[in-house]
């Protein structure tokens, strides 16, 4: 195999690897809904910020049938249920009413 013959298939490794990193480099959401329908039916919200990866806050919601999807978090309807859930959440959480500390 002569050396022009090698580089280029070098040179087209090095391309095809690099095309593949690109591709996994994406937002997770490629569509986004504009609400749900109750915040009761929410298992888990997660809130990814924006990187170097992709650009845009992605918000990912969970519902109890296991189904996932992103929400838009630039719309109105979509930040009130987001504080309303952050607001529940944080409230139930329960606080120390005194500070013990154990001897070593």
């Known amino acids: 195999m002569s050396s022009f013959m090698k580089v280029f298939l070098l040179l087209a490794v090095i391309v095809y690897i690099s095309k ?3 591709e996994q480099r994406q937002c997770l959401c490629q569509r986004v809904r504009n609400g ?4 009761t039916d929410v298992k888990d919200i997660q809130i ?3 990187n170097t990866i992709c650009n845009k806050v992605e918000i990912v919601v969970t519902i109890k049938s296991g189904l996932r999807y992103c929400l838009n978090p630039k ?3 979509v930040q009130k249920l987001m504080a309303s859930i952050m607001k529940t959440k944080t409230s139930t959480t329960t606080r ?3 500070i013990t500390s154990t001897p070593y």
Do not use: D, F, R, V
Request: neutral net charge; charged residues 10%; proline residues 12%.
């Open 20 to 22: 593949a990193q690109q």
């Open 36 to 39: 749900i329908g109750s915040k």
């Open 48 to 50: 990814y910020p924006a």
């Open 75 to 77: 719309l109105t309807a």
């Open 96 to 98: 120390p009413t005194e």
